[in-house]
């Protein structure tokens, strides 16, 4: 069985929970082998490849069970967005049972991702039959597990959405910029042609008012997009 929902997400500013990096685990339980793994991910588009992915790595599996948490646009739960720039999004909540009892795989998997409330997440649950059936509460409990070690191995972390921000002057406020943007301590690259252009990185809840600063300081001849 499959199903995919959509709930409230924050309005873009707000830090979120999610995991740091890829994790892996495996453990046997009455014969049956269950891997799970975890990865970051900002698109359902990107989430759905890691999915065929390890779908294809695991081509002898006998489940694959699929769950995943990611930001979608508000008026369509399949175009991809960047989570970190989008201020009216929802969650899309998908899982699948790839076969399994209904209910016994997939929704629990999701529901380890919901309680651990992390999000811009996929997770994969390879299963190798042992030839013992463990009924839907075992069944249930070791996906649940698969999907909350991985979650372990993996690292929850907090992101602060950031944005990207163009910033273009006159070479003589050049170095009035490239000060206020050193002092706010933000990433940025500077490119020197007929005007600079400042590409920067800033965290979402800092862009308005180093977009004043920059404005105040250049007198408004700066151009900020």
């Known amino acids: 069985?499959?199903?995919?929902?959509?709930?409230?997400?924050?309005?873009?500013?707000?830090?979120?929970?999610?995991?740091?990096?890829?994790?892996?685990?495996?453990?046997?339980?009455?014969?049956?082998?269950?891997?799970?793994?975890?990865?970051?991910?900002?698109?359902?588009?990107?989430?759905?490849?890691?999915?065929?992915?390890?779908?294809?790595q695991y081509t002898d599996a006998t489940h694959v069970v699929p769950a995943y948490r990611v930001p979608v646009t508000t008026d369509t739960t399949t175009e991809n967005v960047n989570p970190e720039s989008t201020t009216n999004s929802f969650l899309r909540e998908y899982q699948s049972d790839d076969g399994e009892p209904t209910g016994s795989a997939g929704k629990p998997a999701l529901n380890v991702l919901v309680q651990e409330d992390i999000q811009n997440v996929v997770a994969?649950?390879?299963?190798?039959?042992?030839?013992?059936?463990?009924?839907?509460g075992g069944l249930a409990r070791a996906y649940s597990r698969a999907v909350t070690d991985a979650i372990g191995e993996a690292s929850v972390i907090e992101m602060k959405p950031h944005e990207d921000v163009t910033v273009t002057v006159e070479y003589d406020d050049s170095g009035t910029v490239r000060g206020i943007?050193?002092?706010?301590?933000?990433?940025?690259?500077?490119?020197?042609?007929?005007?600079?252009?400042?590409?920067?990185?800033?965290?979402?809840?800092k862009t308005a008012e180093l977009c004043d600063q920059i404005q105040s300081a250049t007198s408004g001849r700066a151009t900020i997009d």
């Open 1 to 56: 069985m499959t199903e995919s929902s959509s709930s409230p997400t924050n309005d873009g500013t707000q830090s979120f929970r999610t995991v740091q990096n890829r994790g892996n685990t495996s453990f046997s339980t009455r014969g049956s082998e269950f891997i799970g793994v975890i990865a970051p991910v900002k698109t359902v588009t990107e989430a759905e490849r890691f999915i065929n992915t390890v779908r294809e």
């Open 124 to 136: 994969t649950v390879i299963r190798y039959y042992g030839d013992t059936n463990l009924g839907v």
């Open 181 to 205: 943007l050193r002092s706010a301590n933000v990433d940025f690259e500077a490119s020197y042609e007929a005007a600079v252009t400042f590409n920067i990185y800033v965290s979402v809840s």
